[in-house]
């Protein structure tokens, strides 16, 4: 009997964040959307507790990011997407901004793109090349100081 628990449990712990994936999913697909009201710092495209830690992810127009951050747009740059994150100990809120942080991004096509985020002004950051309209799939690893490795992840739609 215990062992039927056992599997029942891990089953569970398995099957939440697909179920939550695939909520994630028909909910921005579901229209209604409005992008842009989320003022300078972007759209609060995710939010998630993992373990502990309450993982905020935004994603905005390059030209959004450089606003927010006083800064001139460069030129040349292909990525037209900031993807970023922020990260808080759910229990107490202090933010927590020291890691390492990974994106993984799988575009509409199914090839993907990888980089590690530089932590910058309370959030962690990359730039991605979202052009192609459709949805890509954000997967993110992070180790904060504790040690833990967490991930989380959800769907963007590119209009
Ligand atoms: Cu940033």
Redo the contacts with the bound molecule.
């Keep these: 009997m215990k062992k039927l628990t056992v599997l029942v449990a891990a089953l569970f712990a398995l099957a939440a964040p697909i179920t939550s994936f695939a909520a994630d999913h028909t909910g921005h697909g579901g229209g209604g959307h409005d992008m842009g009201h989320g003022g300078p710092q972007g759209d609060v495209a995710h939010e998630e507790v993992v373990d502990g830690v309450k993982a905020t992810f935004k994603v905005m127009s390059m030209k959004e990011?450089m606003k927010?951050?006083n800064m001139e747009m460069p030129k040349g740059v292909k990525e037209t997407h900031?993807i970023?994150v922020e990260f808080k100990d759910a229990k107490t809120g202090k933010a927590l901004t020291e890691g390492d942080v990974k994106i993984k991004v799988q575009n509409p096509d199914k090839s993907d793109q990888s980089k590690d985020l530089?932590g910058?002004?309370g959030?962690?950051?990359?730039d991605f090349d979202l052009s192609k309209k459709g949805k890509y799939g954000v997967m993110c690893k992070f180790q904060l100081k504790d040690g833990k490795t967490r991930s989380a992840k959800f769907w963007y739609t590119a209009k």
């Design positions: 990011h927010a951050m900031h970023a530089m910058m002004q959030h962690f950051g990359a």
